[in-house]
Antibody, heavy 118, light 107 residues
Framework: EVQLVQSGAEVKMPGESLRISCKGS????????ISWVRQLPGKGLEWMGK????????RYSPSFQGQVTISVDTSISTAYLQWGSLKASDTAMYYC???????????WGQGTLVSVSS | DIQMTQSPSTLSASVGDRVTITCRAS??????LAWYQQKPGKAPKVLIS???SLKSGVPSRFSGSGSGTEFTLTISSLQPDDFATYYC?????????FGQGTKVEIK
């Protein structure tokens, strides 16, 4: 069974850094892209970017380019989403998601809630 | 960037109704389009890929059509479990984008 297990909820202050994780299992980790998707409270889904674990190539949505960093550690089948300096507007649910290359998203993580407040 | 626009934003319907949601792309995307269903507090679930291919395990009352810039998701007979928010998504080798969502509410 394919599983994407995300790290737990985070409560941070503005200006702090953060890295959240997504561990894949039940499939060949390098064979599928991992995307990150943001959902602001009560709002829709926003694609942030994706990484190809086979070569660590990353594509960002223009809306998120320069705001976050997506990376991967294939030795532990884990993808990451990282912020250097959080803002209150980063408060959201963040999902990782798996798609077999050029295909729709087949599997989703359970989501990581990030709360940023002073 | 390719923009995806869904309509309507909210749809009120009754059990048994035929429901249609439209998704328009700002430029041609061939059939690189998926539909997802999301219920409150849950991750989305894929219903349809490649514009019209029903994913395994998805009830046959769901169907998708379209190509180029205009796409539709149809629920032939709305069931109680179908009240949720639906999103279209364009995907390709470089980029993905979601529509803003359509909430299907009980009339």
């Amino acid at each position: 069974e394919v599983q994407l297990v995300q790290s737990g909820a985070e409560v941070k202050m503005p200006g702090e850094s953060l890295r959240i994780s997504c561990k894949g299992s039940g499939y060949s980790f390098s064979s599928s892209w991992i995307s990150w998707v943001r959902q602001l409270p009560g709002k829709g889904l926003e694609w942030m970017g994706k990484i190809d674990p086979s070569d660590s190539a990353v594509r960002y949505s223009p809306s998120f380019q320069g705001q976050v960093t997506i990376s991967v550690d294939t030795s532990i089948s884990t993808a990451y989403l990282q912020w250097g300096s959080l803002k209150a507007s980063d408060t959201a649910m963040y999902y990782c998601a798996r798609s077999p290359l050029v295909a729709a998203i087949d599997d989703w993580g359970q989501g990581t809630l990030v709360s940023v407040s002073s | 960037d390719i923009q995806m626009t869904q309509s309507p934003s909210t749809l009120s319907a009754s059990v048994g109704d035929r429901v249609t949601i439209t998704c328009r792309a700002s430029q041609s995307i061939n059939t690189w389009l998926a539909w997802y269903q999301q219920k409150p507090g849950k991750a989305p679930k894929v219903l349809i890929s490649k514009a019209s291919s029903l994913k395994s395990g998805v009830p046959s009352r769901f169907s998708g059509s379209g190509s180029g810039t205009e796409f539709t998701l149809t629920i032939s007979s709305l069931q109680p479990d179908d009240f949720a928010t639906y999103y279209c998504q364009h995907y390709d080798s470089y980029f993905q984008a979601f529509g803003q969502g359509t909430k299907v509410e009980i009339k």
